[in-house]
């Protein structure tokens, strides 16, 4: 019964303010619900135990953007888009409530800055070069399938083949069975790292296209499984660079061999090497060097004793001249000019700025929900306090609660103004990521001004961090208590 008197009154509060609105709008005046009094309405609900019409209230505000609101009655009146104000209060009413699932699902709403909740839009998966761990390629969204994408630090292309796996296969390898590599790799002669598996992945696109792809890897973990999204990075297949004398994928690979493999729900990246052959063993081209080179001393012995050696001299001329142009001259002949990767070189700037953003935004999500947790913890210990701390008992300690509480209300506060700008200058990468127009150079500019200030807000928050030392205070306090 008092559940529906708060409601009532809660609705009641509403109506009024509705009504307001509308003499407001009879008079000529286009005026709507202020943000302050729905943030008042919000703290209202909370203190009557009512955080479902609070959550509603927020969700109403959600919907609103500054330029488009929604109509939510007959009046004609309209909710204020949500503000970092109202979702402090929400937040700091949630934790106050002890609703700390609710108080959690709100902040990763400010994660999710302009993006309705359960919307099945994402901005993608970001792939990396498989010759910079560091350094990002591209962003993979759910429909795409095979596109080919240039690096702009190591100017190679790469091509990017996306879809579900449809079936998979592994074979686990004896890294003993080949005495001759084995005996080579323990004397440092063989430097390969040994093979632990070998699998096979079938890999459907999108579009119905599907690829075999046949590598090994260093470990026996599998790389995905059956139904699993991923994307596998190769060197680009032949044709893809028409006009061109040398084909602009890594040095040291074949057309289409696999390099990477991403597995998009896991977030796992992992490296490919090239399978051994069906018939293990020493390279194909030892057993006739060895034979030409035994055959010219038992030939030209009797002919000079000094044509051995220069047969010799001549074969390792002919090696070091051939390894120097594979190792030094194609890798240049490939590379892409400077000018043809000048679009992808800004936007992979700003996918690096993503991945360092997401990475703050990740530490910081950690840091708000463990003052929460703190903070609701505080709240039970006061109303404990509260309720068995007859005659005065507790007063000196609800005092220390309470202090301690107060700071810890405003470094969370803190944070969450710090995500909320994490998130604004996220989503202003990803809008510019994503327009297929060249991206400016002033954008960019712009875009990494707002990094650097809210860095700058950052290192005030770690000195506020350092002054009050909350979290270890409060953890003092419950102990001592």
């Known amino acids: 019964m008092a559940d529906l008197l708060d409601v009532a009154s809660a609705a009641q509060e509403v109506d009024q303010l509705l009504r307001a609105d509308e003499a407001q709008q009879k008079q000529g005046r286009d005026a709507g619900i202020s943000e302050e009094d729905c943030t008042r309405l919000i703290s209202a609900s909370l203190d009557r135990d009512n955080a479902a019409l609070a959550r509603s209230i927020y969700e109403a505000m959600c919907r609103g953007t500054p330029s488009v609101t929604t109509s939510i009655d007959q009046y004609g009146s309209s909710w204020p888009p949500a503000?970092?104000?109202?979702?402090?209060?929400?937040?700091?009413?949630?934790?106050?409530?002890?609703?700390?699932?609710?108080?959690?699902?709100?902040?990763?709403?400010?994660?999710?800055?302009?993006?309705?909740?359960?919307?099945?839009?994402?901005?993608?998966?970001?792939?990396?070069?498989?010759?910079?761990?560091?350094q990002p390629l591209a962003v993979v969204q759910p429909q795409e399938g095979v596109?080919?994408?240039?690096?702009?630090?190591?100017?190679?292309?790469?091509?990017?083949?996306?879809?579900?796996?449809?079936?998979?296969?592994?074979?686990?390898?004896?890294?003993t069975s080949n005495w001759a590599i084995a005996l080579a790799r323990k004397v440092g002669l063989w430097r390969a790292?040994?093979?632990?598996?070998?699998?096979?992945?079938v890999v459907q696109a999108p579009d119905g296209r599907a690829r075999t792809f046949r590598f090994a890897t260093e470990?026996?973990?599998?790389?995905?499984?059956?139904?699993?999204?991923?994307?596998?990075?190769?060197?680009?297949?032949?044709?893809?660079?028409?006009?061109?004398?040398?084909?602009?994928?890594?040095?040291?690979?074949?057309?289409?061999?696999?390099?990477?493999?991403?597995?998009?729900?896991?977030?796992?990246?992992?490296?490919?090497?090239?399978?051994?052959?069906?018939s293990a063993g020493l390279p194909s081209w030892i057993l006739p060097a060895a034979v030409f080179l035994a055959g010219s001393d038992a030939a030209t012995a009797f002919i000079d004793p000094a044509l051995p050696a220069l047969a010799a001299g001549g074969a390792l001329f002919l090696v070091g001249s051939s390894t120097a142009a594979v190792k030094?001259?194609?890798?240049?002949?490939?590379?892409?000019?400077?000018?043809?990767?000048?679009?992808?070189?800004?936007?992979?700037?700003?996918?690096?700025?993503?991945?360092?953003?997401?990475?703050?935004?990740?530490?910081?999500?950690?840091?708000?929900?463990?003052d929460v947790r703190t903070l609701a913890r505080l709240w039970q210990l006061q109303n404990k306090m509260e309720a068995v701390g007859q005659g005065g008992v507790y007063d000196a300690r609800l005092v220390r609660v309470q202090q301690a509480r107060d700071g810890l209300e405003q470094r969370l506060q803190s944070?969450?103004?710090?995500?909320?700008?994490?998130?604004?200058?996220?989503?202003?990468?990803?809008?510019?990521?994503?327009?297929?127009?060249?991206?400016?150079?002033?954008?960019?500019?712009?875009?990494?001004?707002?990094?650097?200030?809210?860095?700058?807000?950052?290192?005030?928050?770690?000195?506020?961090?350092?002054?009050?030392?909350?979290?270890?205070?409060?953890?003092?306090l419950l102990r001592t208590v």
């Open 147 to 175: 596109k080919v994408v240039a690096c702009a630090q190591t100017r190679y292309q790469f091509e990017l083949f996306s879809g579900s796996v449809v079936s998979t296969s592994s074979e686990a390898l004896n890294a």
């Open 83 to 134: 503000t970092l104000v109202s979702v402090s209060a929400l937040v700091l009413g949630l934790a106050r409530s002890l609703r700390l699932s609710e108080a959690l699902s709100v902040i990763q709403d400010i994660r999710r800055r302009g993006v309705p909740r359960g919307e099945e839009v994402p901005f993608g998966h970001v792939v990396r070069c498989p010759l910079g761990p560091q």
């Open 328 to 370: 030094v001259l194609v890798p240049r002949l490939k590379q892409l000019s400077e000018a043809a990767v000048q679009g992808e070189e800004v936007r992979q700037r700003l996918l690096a700025q993503h991945a360092v953003l997401v990475g703050r935004m990740e530490e910081l999500m950690e840091g708000c929900s463990a």
């Open 415 to 476: 944070k969450l103004s710090l995500l909320d700008g994490y998130a604004r200058v996220l989503n202003m990468i990803e809008i510019e990521v994503e327009m297929d127009t060249e991206v400016a150079a002033a954008e960019v500019v712009d875009i990494e001004q707002q990094i650097e200030r809210l860095g700058e807000v950052a290192e005030m928050q770690a000195e506020w961090q350092m002054q009050a030392e909350a979290q270890d205070e409060v953890e003092r």
């Open 193 to 201: 790292a040994p093979l632990a598996a070998i699998h096979q992945l």
């Open 219 to 278: 470990s026996a973990e599998v790389p995905a499984q059956q139904g699993e999204r991923v994307t596998v990075i190769c060197s680009p297949s032949k044709g893809s660079a028409p006009g061109r004398l040398f084909a602009a994928g890594p040095p040291g690979t074949q057309p289409g061999q696999p390099l990477t493999i991403t597995n998009h729900g896991t977030g796992a990246e992992l490296a490919l090497l090239r399978p051994p052959a069906s």
